[in-house]
């Protein structure tokens, strides 16, 4: 298995894998041409089994994860952790403060996130949704975090509190 940049040539296989497994909406080809995106395939012999990344926004320091999928049948196998860390390590070299990550309550995005060091700080509903079905907003610093919990129309929000560690 080797991670590495995706390129232009890989846009098919990405769109094709993206519409017959993911379905997200996004134009890949923006993805891979905007220069404050690093997105990353996974290969093995047959070619990509996965993709993720990280769109910099300089504006804040921060980092926002670009979908993160593995083929079904590579599922369970730490692929997703691999390319997670191969995120942080991207995110490290650019020096970002946090990395941003989103995923359905419902989903084993959710468990992978937490698995590798990400901490929910927040809770989004959707509208037209189901009430059940929300969107957890996730966070992963490299240094020690302190959350706060508050409670909001009875859901649990964890939010960071960045000041905790300089003033105490």
């Not at 993805?31 to 047959?46: A, G, I, S, T």
């Not at 993720?52 to 926002?64: C, E, K, L, M, V």
């Not at 369970?76 to 995923?103: C, F, H, N, Q």
Request: hydrophobic share 40%.
């Amino acid at each position: 298995m080797d991670i590495r940049n995706a390129k232009v040539s890989d846009l098919k296989e990405i769109e094709n894998l993206n519409k017959k497994y993911f379905h997200e909406n996004r134009n890949f080809k923006e993805v891979l041409e905007n220069k404050n995106n690093h997105f990353f395939v996974m290969e093995e012999k047959m070619g990509i089994i996965g993709f993720s990344g990280i769109q910099f926004n300089d504006w804040n320091n921060t980092a926002g994860i670009i979908d993160i999928f593995v083929l079904p049948e590579y599922r369970g196998k730490g692929y997703s952790d691999a390319l997670i860390k191969k995120i942080k390590a991207e995110a490290k070299k650019l020096k970002v403060r946090t990395i941003i990550a989103e995923a359905p309550s419902l989903n084993d995005a959710l468990k992978t996130y937490l698995r590798n060091g990400f901490r929910v700080c927040g809770l989004s509903r959707f509208i037209g949704l189901l009430p059940e079905c929300r969107l957890d907003i996730l966070e992963f610093c490299g240094q020690r975090c302190y959350l706060h919990r508050l409670s909001f129309l009875g859901m649990r929000v964890a939010l960071k509190n960045f000041w905790a560690e300089k003033n105490h």
